[in-house]
């Protein structure tokens, strides 16, 4: 069974950084690209940042402005976001989702975490 | 920037009824498109990818249409636990994105 646990949420002030883990356990994490998608209150689904499922290639909103880093440890099958100078904004729920297809982009996405709350304010 | 638009916003519908939602690509995507089904305080379930695929384990009721620029997703009668917000996406191009949702709510 696919399983992707994200942790690492809270209350961040404007400016402030934050990092996002995803462990996922139940699938062959290296052979799928893996996605962020996040969710401000009471808004829609907003794609945030995919990678590749060797790492070596990485797509980010244009929203983000360069802010955010994605990256994976295939070795420990965990996925991370890495936040810099936050906004209010960046308010919102992060998802960790795996591509349903091994092959092809941009991915759709077919398991997804429980998400967790990133809220930035002062 | 591929932009989704869904309609209705809303559904307000009734246990046993059909409910057909639409989503419309403002270019052409091909077959590229999924829906997905989000309950409140849940993460979403993808329901249909390649625009009329069914994902695993997901019940015969959900069907999904069309290519191009036109879709839709039919819930051919509705239980319920249906009663959720849809969204479609796209990955014809990136970056891959989502339209804005249609709730079904109970009449």
């Known amino acids: 069974e696919v399983q992707l646990l994200e942790s690492g949420g809270s209350l961040v002030q404007p400016g402030g950084s934050l990092r996002l883990s995803c462990a996922a356990s139940g699938f062959s994490f290296s052979t799928y690209a893996m996605t962020w998608v996040r969710q401000a209150p009471g808004k829609g689904l907003e794609w945030v940042s995919t990678i590749s499922g060797s790492g070596g290639t990485t797509y980010y909103a244009d929203s983000l402005e360069g802010r955010f880093t994605i990256s994976r440890d295939n070795f420990k099958n965990t996925l991370s976001l890495q936040m810099n100078s936050l906004r209010v904004e960046d308010t919102a729920v992060y998802y960790c989702?795996?591509?349903?297809?091994?092959?092809?982009?941009?991915?759709?996405?077919?398991?997804w975490g429980q998400g967790t709350l990133v809220t930035v304010s002062s | 920037e591929i932009v989704l638009t869904q309609s209705p916003a809303t559904l307000s519908l009734s246990p046993g009824e059909r409910a057909t939602l639409s989503c419309r690509a403002s270019?052409?995507?091909?077959?590229?498109l999924a829906w997905y089904q989000q309950k409140p305080g849940q993460a979403p379930r993808l329901l249909i990818y390649?625009?009329?695929n069914r994902a695993t384990g997901i019940p015969a009721r959900f069907s999904g249409f069309g290519s191009g620029t036109d879709f839709t997703l039919t819930i051919s009668s509705l239980e319920p636990e249906d009663f959720a917000v849809y969204y479609c996406q796209q990955r014809s191009s990136w970056p891959p994105t989502f339209g804005p949702g249609t709730k079904v709510d109970f009449k």
């Open positions: 989702a795996k591509d349903l297809k091994s092959v092809g982009y941009p991915p759709y996405f077919d398991n």
């Open positions: 270019h052409g995507v091909s077959s590229s």
């Open positions: 390649d625009a009329s």
